[in-house]
């Protein structure tokens, strides 16, 4: 009896034991594999937007460690509201307790850390910019260190953008910046937003090669043609003449008429064909024949270049018969040779238009070029026609002639 006794007494107290256990939290907080379960298991679930309020309320109060067990890759994906939720919560820690979660986060292996990581250091960034500059250039893995000092210069604030800026030019270039994938372009961008004038001071001190990422910076802020027009003046005078292209290149993308009115009253000095180049891509946008008679008048003597770089960035956006009607408008000693061009550009987008008006090609060498790059793609894509190609009596004798010489290597 005293045996039952103590047996069912056992099993009482084991009983009572085990529901009322409750698990030491382990003092690091990346290890812990359970936290409040039923609260992230809730978290997690698909929200519906007249859910988001309670789990906004939910989330208030997560811990630090919580967060970290709480986001991952997919999480992230289906619910991007949750990202500015996150932000919210972590700017109630301190930039110790930020920078001590973050080095946490850098030594586990939690799936989705980086999200975290990244909203840690914007958090860190928007307490003390340069003190979190400083401590990700100390991290031994670059390529860490320059995705997270990438988004710190990417979220720069009107804040804190000029002291960012100040620190990138106190830092020597090739230990820090060279080669490094950092967004400076969008630091200085940030700060000629709000004043350009102080953009443009720093290029005096800075390293050659951080001037373009000031430039870049610069102009990606300009919304008026005389911004660059100031731009060119301070540059002619104090900066190299490679600056002065990197500015005009992007004039003329933006506004291409008034640049191609100030080259047509400045025809004494000598501007690169990318800018020229530049004004066609922005005007064939509207109307291909007249950005093509444009480009083939003004941008360089070379004719036969003119044309080509014609029907090699315009032709995507216009159809094959527009390009030959201004093929054909072109002087006789031109027109020839554009016809040929053109057809031998369209072989593989437009086939048949280059069957159709392949005897209008005059010259030899191009007829015989199209024709064997015609036979290639035939070849290559609708075997099945190649006889009745070559049979076809617009592609003469002469042609399949020439064609057995090239293959036997006699050409």
Do not use: C
């Not at 709480?70 to 999480?75: A, Q």
């Not at 043609?225 to 292209?245: A, G, M, P, T």
């Not at 400045?266 to 020229?276: C, L």
């Not at 002469?398 to 064609?403: F, G, T, V």
Request: aromatic share 12%; proline share 3%.
């Amino acid at each position: 009896m005293k045996i039952v006794v103590l047996i069912t007494l056992f099993f009482v107290s084991f009983f009572i034991s085990f529901f009322s256990y409750e698990p030491s939290q382990p003092s690091h907080p990346l290890t812990l594999l359970e936290v409040n379960n039923s609260k992230l298991q809730q978290a997690k679930k698909p929200l519906k937007k007249t859910e988001q309020t309670d789990a906004a309320e939910l989330l208030d109060e997560l811990s630090l460690q919580e967060l970290a067990l709480l986001v991952d890759g997919s999480f992230f994906d289906f619910n991007p509201w949750l990202s500015a939720k996150v932000s919210n919560t972590l700017t109630s820690f301190g930039y110790l307790q930020l920078r001590g979660a973050y080095e946490r986060l850098s030594n586990s292996k939690m799936a989705g850390k980086h999200q975290l990581m990244n909203l840690i250091v914007l958090s860190m960034a928007a307490q003390s910019s340069i003190d979190t500059l400083e401590y990700l250039l100390k991290i031994p893995d670059d390529r860490v260190t320059s995705r997270h000092i990438s988004q710190v210069f990417k979220n720069a604030s009107n804040q804190n953008a000029s002291d960012i800026a100040e620190w990138i030019l106190s830092k020597d270039y090739y230990a820090v910046i060279e080669n490094k994938n950092f967004a400076v372009d969008e630091v200085f961008a940030k700060v000629a937003q709000q004043s350009p004038e102080t953009a443009q001071a720093y290029l005096p001190r800075a390293h050659i090669h951080l001037k373009q990422h000031i430039i870049s910076g610069l102009i990606s802020s300009f919304n008026e043609y005389q911004q660059y027009q100031s731009l060119l003046d301070y540059i002619s005078i104090n900066e190299h003449e490679v600056f002065r292209k990197m500015v005009m290149d992007s004039m003329a993308s933006k506004y291409p008429e008034q640049t191609a009115n100030w080259l047509a009253n400045n025809t004494k000095q000598d501007y690169s064909e990318s800018v020229y180049r530049n004004i066609f891509m922005a005007k064939v946008q509207k109307d291909f024949t007249k950005a093509a008679n444009w480009y083939f008048e003004n941008a360089t003597d070379d004719k036969k270049m003119a044309i080509d770089t014609v029907f090699f960035s315009g032709r995507k956006n216009y159809s094959s018969q527009t390009m030959l009607a201004w093929a054909k408008s072109l002087p006789i000693e031109h027109s020839n040779y554009a016809i040929g061009k053109l057809l031998s550009w369209l072989v593989g987008e437009d086939n048949e238009f280059v069957m159709e008006h392949y005897e209008e090609v005059q010259d030899k060498n191009q007829r015989f070029t199209i024709s064997s790059k015609l036979f290639n793609t035939i070849r290559r894509e609708a075997p099945e026609l190649l006889d009745e190609f070559i049979d076809n009596s617009e592609f003469s004798k002469e042609w399949r002639e020439r064609h057995a010489q090239y293959e036997a290597g006699g050409l």
